[in-house]
């Protein structure tokens, strides 16, 4: 896959900054400054040691460039490709120091986001040939959302909202206070500006006309089986996007997306992504 | 387990300001605003769906306190606690608004922390029985390294090196340049403060004597199989603390620890345990 | 008016601080620190000298906290409340050092904001009777845009996208590339998450029916005449929201509410509000 | 005008970043990114849709290099130049995503900023004859008064005191404590450093006596009418700096000046002026 | 001493959170997290253990607060005091861990300002009876000019110009290229605001008469002998402010004091005084 | 000079942003600005006034290089070289405003670093014949702790711990809680990592037994007289470091020296070294 739009750099450079004074701190690479000579110059390669869909490795190579101007890396594949076990992604050429105090770094970022994106496309997979969407969650890692949601694309996965300030979704906890499916939408658009969608939380067939009469965009069917879902689908009969949430795994997806749900989200394709074995070698 | 020490408030704060940043960013909560009242008062309960060893419970309940000084929590487990599916790990009372704001930042991080705790202690207890450590790696995640450490603690796991500058550790890479371990050794100590210690990485027997005669304070042996690591232990005879690493499960660790290894190290418990399940009910 | 939901602490204190940084600087405030005694105790009224609409009282006079724990301010208004001349807003009793310290920034703040509601509540009542809503644009002061936009709805106004990244938004200067409004809007939705609306802005009648075909959500209509635009209204016939923008003020928002359009947008409520006339006085 | 001093790039970077942050969030620009190509260039120019004197042209063009290197501007002309309606301020070339995306930030500050000088030269022309300074004051917008106070030496105004921290200014809510003018300026002078000077604020002729006498470096004469400043420049007779200050509008500017008055000082150049329109065109 | 008015309180958390990063990092204080219980409580005090002038008393103690919200000190001296060897200047109750945590960073704030202070006093001591003010100058350590600059107002002295932005003082490197000393403050005075003052640097007799005519408010005459500053002295006869500089020591201080000059500026006591030995007893 | 490893950039760029902002603050630099045309440009030469060893000459060069593009530095010495009074240290060209903007923050840095330097180097001179150790300690002043360092480094010195977070040091105030030397060095072997060394601090000849049997890597002797020293080296017998501290003077490090310990450790070197005297000359 090509063309996932790069993220903005300042973003990218907030959590490169962080991670490096994690590593470094106060004193610097010790091992590095002791037993490597400043002017060495060393060519090293970062390859795939499992296959797997790429994310993050021009982020995660930009730290060589915050550790030393004299660092120039080549990429050999773009995020959102797929590559196979011992794929060559990228060669690091320059001084020996900033390639070691940036190795751990470079590959923490680039493993968890390509196990993320290689999560999400071995779900996109399975539900494409349904033409459904497979979309992440807010069940991120706090401080790197806007990456994680970067490695869900890469892995040709859909951006639910990105917090609780994009989009309303109506939820359970939230019907406790809200009494009604249909009050709580009123008042939500009310309140929200004209750009704003709605999604409505629901978990029982019944409550679905009354969503749909109150005007919701999305309406979210968490945890109903698979004849459910279908009768979902044809009681909300294009008036809404609706999407299936809850639990499902890639055992689980397929049957799923043969209801004709248009998207299914699923949070563990970023809280609970194994990471992508990644290494640098010299 | 009781008696894990807690982290230093300014760290914790860090990482949740940035979470909340990236939840509300510049609308905050839509929903919650359009469909709650202000003065509404929830009385709540944050759970664990499956069983597990907690981490983080006292610093992801936090983010209430930084939303809304009128909701009180009140903490049933400590953190490094085991607990059963369906324990109540805390109760929070207060403004609906708030908790339902900073429910999902609360959330995230707790089930991410108790899913590292989880996966430390499970190798924890395999190992315990021969007196192995289990330490964790700088295989973490950008901007959490202080918090998944913690958690490793919370496992009952121990911290190996918090970063480049904590201590030494010259690998592969290194040799790479400085040609042989027990001259690495040595630059190392000349370079370093008297406090700091050297770690040796070593994949062949035939290097252990060099590194012993050098001092090194620990030798890794890196993917041996556990017959060489019990060559290596008798080798090594107490001048050093050795270190197994490389790829080791829950399958395999129980075996390693019984060559007699003081210390097992192993980097999925930071960068791939799945989250545990956590939720908040009103 | 009341209810207009309070802003994200943190965003407040982050403005609040970079305020007082910019007042205070290194040498603190060297006329109350020269003049006034330590322990000097004010009791203090903050009045509006106009008459207007209120935004940002709870957030200015949160000032006096970052600077002093002992000012206590008793607020007698709420944001969006419409005062006359003269009104007392608020009074702050504690130290006078603190009070003459924290009373710029206090000031600065709360007349820029009321400036915003007060000149989106003047278009607001002159459109409220056709039903039409007033939304701002992203024309806001840099590092101000929650705030601001917050004031808007203080106002009686509603909040258009927040920024790029929320909300799709298809202008001319796209369309030099993408060629046709068709195209763009199919692209858009392909690529973006299924929570995200498309607007796209026309500025000829001929565009409408393509954006409708293609499925956009709100149709910007931009600069036309009423007689186009009450066109405009029949020819999308409630397939999209339509939103009329392009130098609209007080003297021509009512004609162009009676055409029918459901959103009128104005950039000059946020980037040329005149501030309301706010005092502190002991 | 030409050769207005530029601002520190840091202070240009904070501000910039902040807005960045606003516009682009953790999703960056959906628009641009999903329907225009990576590798597409644009040539486009900056233009004053309307006459007035420019400020920020370079601070705000910065944003393209923030976005992206690639982006190469022109600038045709400097800060502090008055320009007529229609007129090339600068041309942008290069990736046309990084232009679209960072097209409003620069336009927000550039007209912003161009706005506060136009208002303040508007002022300026109508006193200079007198050579009369116009100077701002403290009512500037939070986090901008760098900025703001630089765009008023653009507009051929001069700087009152920057904060709190560089001068001090005795005003009528300081004598509510301190008693006397002539006790309140010897109490300052005692405490700040040598090279602070001193303001009083005065609001009766009866106080200049008395201000003179205690060694006030600057006596501010707040809302008298003409007659009565006339009367004040003759009793200060150039033994301090005397500046007119209270509601002062083009339209009495002139009058006050011709008192002879060395400086008038005017919050609305900052806190109301309008925003000059600036466009960017493909 | 009494009443040196207290520094911002965001300047001293900056400072405070700062240092508290550099000695807790990401492990936190290792050896009391693991000897000291967490809820073992002691009492403490700070005493001098050396004679002198004590500064930042108060803000080395808040390093507690941002710690542990559960430890209360007692304050038995104020900044500025004069205090005898073995003077105990607070007791510090409460969280043991806390405090030795803490303990460090509140020392080494405390024993450098107040090593400050006592510098600074010493000098002022000496020339007090001749009415001359001892000032700082801008040689501060970088980060702390602030708390260094109080530190000099608690030993009695006072504040010069804080930075480049709040006074013009035009030195030998500015006149290579302005040519003379008359035309530099000319064009100064042309580019300053009306509330900023001049000071120039004159190295020979003969360039006085120059400034005085120019309108220089302050006279800094470097590095001239004793009876050269007598004849400056009687040259600018109360036209300026007269400061001598240059290499000043305690032991030339009375002397040149005694000239007449108001006011004598050393860069010693802040970059080079020694620290107060100040200590943290169980 | 060989070799002292270079401090991490953004280590670096934070020191001299703050010091910038403290020197520049809102409004810049006032003189030059006003006094130096914008295009003007010099060649400056940057000198020891004293013999000394020099640290941080290319921290604090890079100071130019945050203000201006166009400045271009010249080393002629590197951090760790002894220079005779009068050496001339780098050479820099470029913007005249530049420079003398930069100049202060440049030569603080430099001379206060150096100062550091030569303090060590000159006890290091005294001691290195008998294969003792110069070491720091955690007196550093607030916010420059790796630079500090770093300059002991370059002074020829060795690094303590950074930080309470990097190693154990169990002082007086520990034994308070934890009774005997012996129970904390074990408390502290088991809640430590396997990396992580452990000094202890004894004040008398009886605890050293103890403290070796428990495995203490470093032995701490405070406030002995030397013939103690002499019988704690015996005692010891090399297993463990022995570390002297307390007082140490260069009167006193050559006695200490010879009683055989392996290292000295001393606060002053950085708390109260005397700047090294450098200037930049046009």
Redesign the interface.
Known sequence: MT?V???????IDD????????????????????????D?I?STRITARAGGTIAGLAPAIRVFD???GDVSPTLHVADGDRVEAGTTLATVQGS??AI??G???C???L??LS?IATSTRSVVDLVEPFGT?V?DT?????????LE?YAVRCGGG??????????????D??L???KTVGD?VR??R????????I?VEVDRLDQIDEAVAAGA??ILVDNLRDDDLRRAVELIDGQA?I?ASGGITPATAAGIAATGV??ISLG?IT??A??LDVA???
């Open positions: 063309g739009a790069p993220l903005p750099r300042q973003e959590v490169l900054r962080r991670a490096l004074a994690e590593d470094l701190a106060l004193a610097g690479d010790l091992t590095s400054s002791a037993v490597v000579p400043i060495h060393s915050l550790l030393d020996s120091r070691l105090s190795e751990r770094t590959l923490n970022l493993g968890h196990g969407r979309a807010r069940k991120t890692t706090p401080g790197l959302r806007a949601k859909s951006n639910h909202r990105f917090g609780l300030n994009d989009a309303v979704m109506i939820k906890n939230h406790v206070v809200a709580a008042m939500a009310r309140s929200i500006g004209h750009t704003v969608s999604t965009d999305v996007i999407e248009d998207v563990w809280h609970s194994p990471r640098l070698d010299f």
